[in-house]
């Protein structure tokens, strides 16, 4: 998941990399059986692919389009906090001022996806954000 905008263009550089190497012909390659060259190929996609989804992920978060995350369980919290920070159009650094705390330290906390935080603070960091966190509690059978 990228995060912030640094993240964001050293993706985007990373997807036109890809874009230009599946684009020109790979010399090399035809040394190669046609079988490995394909796969090749296709490693090549799948990985443009996962980094042009996640381009979209932040461009709609960053760009407003997203207002309702949905969790489906307590971890996927951490998760929902950064998404909504990206939605709000804020940088860590801005988080940070409105918890006093350092920009290092959100980066942290969401490095880690807030693992071993306490729940006070993501309280704090969901207030700080005005964000409503809705959880429904599902009691299954065994």
């Given at each position: 998941m990228i995060t912030n905008e640094r993240q964001y263009a050293i993706t985007k550089a990373q997807a036109e990399r890809f874009k230009e190497a599946l684009?020109?012909?790979?010399?090399?390659?035809?040394?190669?059986?046609?079988?490995?060259?394909?796969?090749?190929r296709e490693g090549l996609?799948?990985?443009?692919?996962?980094?042009?989804?996640?381009?979209?992920?932040?461009?709609?978060?960053?760009?407003?389009k997203v207002t309702t995350i949905v969790v489906n369980s307590?971890?996927?919290?951490?998760l929902a906090l950064i998404q909504a920070r990206i939605a709000r159009n804020w940088t860590q650094k801005q988080l940070g001022e409105r918890l006093n705390l350092p920009e290092q330290q959100i980066q942290r906390y969401e490095s880690t996806r807030f693992k071993g935080v306490?729940?006070?603070r993501l309280q704090e960091v969901a207030d700080a954000l005005n964000v409503r966190v809705q959880e429904v509690v599902t009691i299954e059978q065994r």
């Open positions: 684009a020109k012909p790979d010399e090399q390659g035809k040394k190669l059986h046609p079988k490995v060259r394909k796969a090749m996609q799948s990985q443009l692919q996962d980094l042009e989804t996640e381009i979209a992920e932040f461009e709609k978060l960053r760009d407003g307590i971890v996927d919290i951490a306490a729940l006070e």
